[in-house]
């Protein structure tokens, strides 16, 4: 018999067999066994214990501040605490007199006079508590006014630091750190979007335009049809560029660096080797010193090198020198990338790691420069530590160095 032809009733009867057997064979929860001696505890001090489940109760149901909880538990225990005390005391005095009407009225007046002075201390003990509750939560209640101001609109704004090294303080400088990666995170999408949307409007731009062109006359004209498709082809190619190094852009504040120990020599000369090996219009030198080791991210730090390579390349001249090197200066590893290039205007130095920024002469779209690729790198050496600056004058070349620590 089919499912389908199964009467309703017994679908029904199956379907709550099945389910009567998944709730027998469900793990069940088990309960929690309270320890013998809390137990015991319990019993013993059951008025103490009944408080606490009363106040539990109250505070599940109503909304009450810190504060007013320490108050009331505060007030509490020392009530308790004394009215165990004087009883204690009224007892043992009764004990000790004799019993006639003057001993009476002696325990009468010592018990209506102690009953007072609980009242009294517990008054005062209650304003203690207050005043000191207050000054003990007072930072508390700055920094939730100061995180009620604090939105994706204004992310700069961080909690006072507090002056105490305790828990407050701990508590303070971990939200600000929390914010601190908040604010690098949303910088680091605004930064996305506005990139993204800003450098990919002329590359699509071409495309329509090219696609309109060839809709109306690429089918007759080759001419026409050949630099259409080129043209297509380029943008695309500079689309795909650019999306990849936003998105390794957008990866690298997050990203975790797989550190390693390794001759930065050898590393650098085999880089330098291969790009002997594809470029035959340059020519790519390497020196350094053979004994430079360093603890870091060998992949990023050779992208970081090959982006000032590669940038040597594109702005130097067929037949100009480009040269690596390597060497310590002090307590740090340095690598330099000279070339003999167009070199850079003093006005233009200042701008050359922003995103997107092309020097008027030499960083202009038609040489394949997307304005990344120095921004990737200074972002690369700051994440391992390090530090990236340039030196250049027009026409005479520009040298690149990377200092690691």
Request: proline share 3%; aromatic share 8%.
């Amino acid at each position: 018999m089919k499912e389908n032809d199964m009467p309703e009733e017994k679908k029904e009867a199956v379907e709550d067999t099945l389910r009567e057997i998944t709730v027998e064979l469900a793990p069940k929860p088990q309960k929690k066994k309270t320890p013998v001696a809390l137990q015991i505890v319990k019993w013993v001090f059951f008025p103490i214990t009944l408080l606490v489940m009363l106040y539990r109760q109250f505070t599940t149901k109503v909304k009450v501040s810190v504060s007013v909880k320490m108050l009331i538990i505060y007030t509490l225990v020392f009530a308790l605490i004394l009215a165990f005390f004087t009883t204690f005391y009224v007892s043992s005095m009764r004990q000790r007199l004799p019993d006639n009407a003057q001993a009476a009225a002696y325990i009468k007046q010592l018990t209506v006079t102690s009953i007072i002075l609980d009242v009294v201390f517990c008054i005062v003990f209650m304003a203690l508590v207050a005043v000191v509750s207050t000054l003990m939560l007072n930072p508390i209640c700055k920094m939730s006014d100061k995180i009620d101001d604090i939105t994706s609109e204004n992310l700069s704004e961080r909690l006072e630091e507090i002056d105490t090294q305790d828990e407050i303080r701990e508590l303070t400088d971990r939200i600000n750190e929390m914010l601190d990666n908040l604010e690098e995170s949303f910088t680091r999408q605004a930064h996305f979007v506005s990139d993204a949307s800003h450098e990919l409007k002329t590359p699509i731009a071409v495309i329509q335009g090219y696609s309109n062109l060839l809709k109306r006359w690429g089918a007759k004209d080759p001419a026409i049809l050949d630099e259409g498709i080129e043209a297509i082809s380029r943008e695309s190619d500079n689309m795909k560029r650019i999306v990849e190094q936003l998105l390794l852009l957008a990866r690298l504040g997050k990203f975790s660096m797989n550190k390693t120990r390794f001759n930065l020599c050898e590393v650098l000369d085999d880089m330098v080797d291969g790009y002997r090996v594809v470029n035959t219009t340059h020519k790519i030198t390497f020196n350094g010193d053979a004994e430079i080791t360093v603890d870091t991210d060998k992949n990023m730090l050779l992208e970081s090198v090959r982006t000032l390579v590669d940038n040597a390349i594109k702005y130097t001249p067929a037949g100009g020198k480009i040269n690596v090197s390597s060497f310590l200066e002090g307590e740090k590893a340095v690598i330099r990338v000279t070339d003999t290039g167009v070199g850079i205007s003093a006005e233009d130095l200042p701008k050359v790691f922003d995103r997107f920024y092309r020097c008027d002469k030499a960083r202009g779209r038609d040489s394949g420069s997307s304005g990344l690729g120095l921004t990737i790198a200074k972002s690369i050496v700051e994440m391992m530590g390090g530090k990236i600056f340039v030196e250049s004058e027009v026409d005479k070349g520009s040298t690149f160095t990377i200092e690691l620590y």
